[in-house]
């Protein structure tokens, strides 16, 4: 995109909302009280929901005035939410934080840290808690990574030794040039994007949790 080198913002929570008016007020908070702590922007982009998620968001840009953007587009699932996003962020890193999770405290500024340290890194694979109906929580620490490309892949799509959760990693906007999320697929269309990121350009990983994910019984996550 031009422009990119005009704006010195690192990075972009991007939260797609569909249907999720109840729990989007907890993931908008747990970015905004983080702000402050990095050159971060979050974008909210309500996926033409039919339930109060547009109300629940005017009141939430109203008590927050001037602190993040939203928008909503006519429904295109989740893929199309994602590349809606990649295209109107302003950040060099994004995150995708789903609109029932939300993003663990100092998790933008460890960030921040990590790429500073680690200017080459394209994808910086994070842990999270897992936050169960019952209250239960569970941390998942992050192994390291294998050494090649292709051990990387397998792990991840094979071997189930690499683990990557949307909202606990962050990608650079270099890594969707050879293409972005595909829009046909309506659930597992982040699968395809990790693999090739993984196959294709440098990944580090940063041992903290940066993501609060909640499990519910009819998730996708369990599917």
């Not at 998790?107 to 790429?115: F, K």
């Amino acid at each position: 995109r031009t422009g990119m080198q005009l704006t010195d913002m690192l990075i972009s929570v991007v939260i797609p909302a569909y249907n999720y008016a109840k729990t989007l007020p907890r993931a908008v908070k747990s970015v905004l009280a983080q702000l402050g702590d990095a050159q971060a922007e979050l974008l909210v982009i309500d996926d033409g929901s039919p339930d109060a998620t547009p109300q629940v968001l005017e009141q939430l840009l109203t008590e927050h005035a001037g602190c993040f953007r939203a928008l909503r587009k006519p429904n295109g699932g989740l893929s199309s939410v994602r590349n809606r996003g990649i295209e109107e962020a302003r950040g060099q890193y994004l995150i995708f934080l789903d609109a029932d999770d939300e993003m663990a405290p100092g998790a933008l500024a460890a960030l921040t840290r990590h790429i500073s340290s680690n200017p080459d890194s394209r994808l910086i694979i994070g842990g999270h808690w897992s936050v169960f109906d019952d209250g239960r929580r569970v941390q998942h620490a992050v192994k390291p990574l294998p050494a090649t490309p292709r051990q990387r892949v397998r792990g991840y799509l094979l071997d189930k030794t690499v683990s990557l959760s949307n909202g606990a990693c962050a990608m650079h906007r270099e890594v969707f040039a050879p293409g972005n999320y595909p829009e046909h697929l309506r659930n597992v269309e982040d699968i395809p994007v990790f693999a090739q990121v993984l196959a294709r350009f440098p990944c580090t990983v940063l041992d903290q949790p940066l993501a609060l994910i909640y499990k519910h019984g009819d998730s996708m996550r369990h599917d």
